[in-house]
């Protein structure tokens, strides 16, 4: 396997409302639901900030994980919240305080040259580390609908220097989407990743869309971080095949499992108690189901 995997994101405190009642401050954020899923595959760093309240929880969520987080920023400021209810297996944004990101000037390693992908933040500061990681040898992002429509100059940004980017319909339709190939066309990628929860994800590449669908008889508790989960598990285990093209749609395989078992528990829990043998277990299933769909 060449180069590494990096993680630039965000590191979150969320409130919930969802059927399986209402949670406050649970420990989240893009970044830590990319980290959790793709250190079941490969090691992983993460570039991040934190509150000083919530330092020593991440670091207890991190412990014994090949997971580097010595580019986690400690700030005397508040940790990023977030708050969502949930409805119809998707969350809807209630808003959030991102007061930290006024404070936090990201950087990217020095010269970075492996595989990177940015999560989804304030898109001032995620358009900042996407041209930090220009010199990344697959470099990837992901949307966030609220972001997207408060700050549509820098999202278009992040999607101008991204060379494959996750987002869902409505993501897609703010940043003026409609036919996935043109769109990928217009904006120079190498990959557009559609997110379509239930109905499974496709990736659009050229010449070519790869679907693989969602595991709908296993539980959905949360459908947070699921995207994020989703991107780690695709491009961890396509590192592992040094980004060989015969084996993207493998990957994405690789990508649905690590979103299902994101979503089976309340925020991180899933990842945090998930173990190799259960990935490969759930692997196993998205191929049986693709095997009986064909």
């Known amino acids: 396997m060449k180069g590494e995997l990096l993680v630039a994101g965000s590191i979150a405190l969320d409130t919930i409302d969802g059927a399986f009642g209402s949670i406050r401050d649970e420990l989240g954020g893009s970044a830590l639901y990319f ?54 297996s998707r969350n809807v944004d209630l808003g959030s305080r991102d007061s930290i ?26 358009a900042q580390l996407v041209g930090a990681l ?3 040898e697959l470099l990837a992002a992901d949307a966030m609908l609220s972001y997207v429509q408060a700050q549509t100059p820098h999202a278009r940004e992040v999607l101008r220097h991204a060379r494959w980017y996750f987002c869902n319909q409505e993501e897609f339709e703010a940043l003026g989407g409609g036919d996935p190939e043109t769109f990928r066309r217009e904006w120079n990628l190498d990959g557009l990743v559609l997110k379509a929860g239930p109905r499974g994800v496709t990736a659009h590449i050229a010449g070519a869309s ?3 669908p969602a595991l709908l008889d296993e539980p959905v508790v949360d459908t947070t971080g699921a995207g994020d989960a ?40 899933a990842l945090q108690k998930a173990t190799r043998e259960d990935l490969d ?7 049986k189901l693709m095997s009986r769909a064909r």
Do not use: N
Not at 101 to 126: I, K
Not at 237 to 244: H, V
Not at 281 to 287: I, S, T, Y
């Open 210 to 212: 790869l679907h693989v």
């Open 281 to 287: 277990l759930r692997v196993a299933e998205v191929k």
């Open 35 to 88: 980290a959790l899923a793709a250190s079941l595959i490969v090691p992983v760093r993460v570039v991040a900030a934190v509150g000083r309240e919530s330092a020593d929880v991440v670091r207890d969520v991190v412990r014994g994980l090949p997971i580097d987080i010595s580019q986690v920023t400690v700030l005397d400021a508040p940790t990023y919240r977030w708050r969502a209810k949930q409805a119809l």
């Open 230 to 269: 989703l991107a780690a598990g695709m491009l961890a285990q396509w590192l592992t095949a040094d980004g060989a093209a015969d084996v993207l749609h493998e990957s994405l395989v690789w990508g649905v499992a690590c979103a299902s078992i994101a979503i089976a528990d309340i925020g991180l829990r």
């Open 134 to 136: 220009g010199g990344a």
């Open 101 to 126: 990101y006024d404070l936090w000037e990201p950087a990217a390693p020095s010269a970075y040259a492996g595989w990177a992908f940015v999560g989804s933040m304030r898109p001032d500061r995620q």
